[in-house]
Structures are given as C-alpha cells and as structure tokens.
C-alpha cells in the first residue's frame, strides 16, 4: 500500500477537533505528530497537552477578546495556531471547540519517532530525551515556525494521526504550566510513564 495513502487515511478529521477542548486536550495524547519539510519527516508520539478555553479564561489569549494575533482562535478547529513567545521561542497549538467558540490546546511534548537525526540537528542536542520533552525543544526540533500559523492539521504537510499501535496508559491532571493566572484549573494532560513529559 502507498505510505501516503495509509497515512491520509489516519489523519484525525476536523470533527476529532471540534470539542471542548479538554476532551481534546486529552484525546490528543497518543496520537502521532507528523511535519513534512524540505529537509526530511519527522513523527512523535504526542504526550502532554494543556488545553484553553476563551473570555472565561485568564490564562488564555482569548481571554480579551479577539486581537489580530487571537481572532484565530475563534476559527476552524483543526486549524494551527502557533505564536512567538518571550522574543525566543515559537509554540504549537491547534484550535479546538466548534467554530466561532474560542478554543485552542498547546502541544507541550511529544515522544520522538522518526527523523531524529533531523531533530538532533535542528536542536544542536544529542540526548534524546531533550530533544521534544517541552512546546519550544518540541517546535524547533519539528522545525515549526510561525510560516505553519493558520495551517490545516486536517490535509497537507503538518497533520495528526491515529496511533500506530494502540497503547494504554495512565493519564495525569495537573494544573497548568508557566501561566499567572488560571494555574489551578487542572487542564494539563500527560502519559503517566513517558520520559518526553517536560515536567511532573
């Protein structure tokens, strides 16, 4: 069978996204990663996710209302929504909630799968476990960008699959990380037992 063709046929579908983004959030955890570039593929196991609701939300950019940079939120789900933070670092996410409800989860680690060699380059890191075990090692490493803002997860070169093989694991809620308001709300999501997690 064409690789490309099984790989479409896997590929979560918009309605896979169009949900509260907690169940999203944890939904997402398993799933594969995947980003098609120039210089080669790269896949990882998705492992920890944070999950971001809308004006009902301090920690969220919605929080506000919609701004130039936020009005995406509010969009297609399945969509991505990557900013540039502290003037460093550029991190993932991928709206969720039905369209016209603000909503968005932040991809905080993945389980490298594929192409790490590209990621050990990219990173300028050879331990594995550095590579992807936060949202900005995890960006650099998958060479997103802010050229993927606005991109479709649904088709194309940067989507989410089903798992390869399905495994079981134990999931924990935490509240989230690196955020001043909102921290107790326990919408942070992590495999149990998964090295790639940035932080228990």
Do not use: C
Request: charged share 30%; no cysteine; aromatic share 8%.
């Amino acid at each position: 069978m064409d690789l490309s063709l099984s790989i479409s046929k896997r590929i979560l579908p918009r309605a896979f996204y169009a949900h509260n983004p907690k169940w999203v959030a944890k939904n997402l955890l398993g799933k594969i990663l995947i980003h098609k570039t120039p210089e080669g593929i790269v896949k990882g196991r998705i492992v920890e996710t944070e999950a971001y609701y809308g004006e009902g939300d301090p920690a969220s950019h919605a929080y506000k209302g919609k701004t130039k940079r936020t009005k995406i939120m509010w969009g297609k789900p399945g969509i991505a929504y990557v900013y540039f933070t502290y003037g460093m670092h550029y991190l993932f996410n991928v709206i969720a909630d039905r369209e016209g409800k603000a909503g968005a989860v932040l991809i905080r680690a993945v389980e490298p799968l594929e192409g790490i060699k590209l990621m050990k380059k990219r990173r300028k890191v050879d331990k594995i476990k550095d590579l992807t075990s936060g949202p900005a090692k995890l960006t650099q490493a998958f060479g997103i960008t802010g050229k993927d803002n606005g991109v479709d997860l649904t088709s194309g070169f940067l989507t989410v699959t089903e798992e390869e093989k399905e495994e079981k694991d134990k999931i924990i809620s935490t509240g989230r990380i690196g955020i001043k308001s909102g921290q107790e709300i326990k919408l942070r999501f992590y495999l149990a037992n998964n090295k790639f997690v940035s932080k228990r």
